[in-house]
């Protein structure tokens, strides 16, 4: 992970290059999550896969979501669902208008509340019971870190609880014709959609240990977690006192 600081322009131009990744690959995202077509890597990868993210799931029911939820970066919906049937409303927020059309179709008959805004220039106009957002703090880039968590303070209520998942540094996890960074720090990699187009995005790995303590710096409550193979993700909230 780079500590050098880029310009704001370069920044943009990165961040609007991810936006319109995500807004192309909103009709094939799932196929991530589901290990299908590019992702797919065998029986015992895809078990072993879902065997952890049963394990986040796990924690993410005990943390319980409730009342007011906000979920940054939504996407298709997949984790939407497992937040709606515990809170009173949940409020989605994602730049992708592809996606938010996915996720609407999966959450028919739900209470969700959707917010097309780049979370970047995203401010809450309510406080929330609890907040959620999955894959995600691995494309904020580094210059934004601070920044990004600051609004994320500014969204919870004082008691207010956030959960977050994101991935680990695993070749299998990506599709098998991407490559992830190697040593030279780059917080940024090419992507590719499975009509061979090619998009440049931010994505940055973090360990337990170093995200808790960076987010125990900012004035978070947090404990951070990592599965075996494929995910980090925590929970907490604000510091009291």
């Known amino acids: 992970m780079s500590s050098a600081s880029s310009s704001p322009e370069s920044i943009d131009a990165a961040l609007e290059e991810q936006k319109a990744y995500y807004r192309a690959r909103a009709a094939e995202y ?8 590019r992702y797919a890597r065998g029986s015992e990868h895809s078990e072993r896969w879902f065997r952890e993210v049963e394990r986040v ?5 005990q943390f319980a979501p409730y009342g007011q939820a906000l979920e940054l970066a939504g996407g298709t919906g997949l984790w939407t669902l497992r937040l709606a049937p515990h809170a009173e409303q949940v409020t989605v927020v994602d730049a992708s208008r592809e996606m938010i059309e996915i996720n609407k179709e999966r959450l028919e008959g739900h209470a969700v509340r959707y917010l097309e805004q780049d979370i970047f220039s995203f401010e809450p106009d309510r ?3 609890f907040m959620f ?4 703090i691995s494309h904020v880039p580094s210059d934004l870190f601070d920044e990004f968590w600051a609004m994320v303070k500014r969204c919870l209520k004082p008691d207010g609880k956030v ?3 994101d991935s680990l540094k ?6 098998v014709d991407h490559v992830l ?3 030279d720090h780059s917080e940024t990699l090419v ?4 009509d061979g187009r090619e998009f440049r995005i931010f994505k940055l790995f973090y360990k337990p240990d170093e995200l808790r303590e960076r987010l125990d710096g900012l004035g978070l409550d947090t404990t951070v977690l990592a599965t075996e193979n494929f995910f980090l993700y925590g929970y907490g909230g604000l510091k009291q006192g």
């Open 191 to 194: 992507r590719r959609l499975n």
């Open 30 to 37: 799932d196929e991530w999550f589901l290990r299908r077509g």
């Open 57 to 61: 799931v796990a924690d993410l029911e």
């Open 170 to 175: 695993e070749p299998q996890s990506t599709a």
């Open 133 to 136: 957002f999955s894959f995600w």
């Open 181 to 183: 960074p190697g040593e």
């Open 127 to 129: 406080r929330y019971d």
């Open 163 to 165: 959960f977050f998942l």
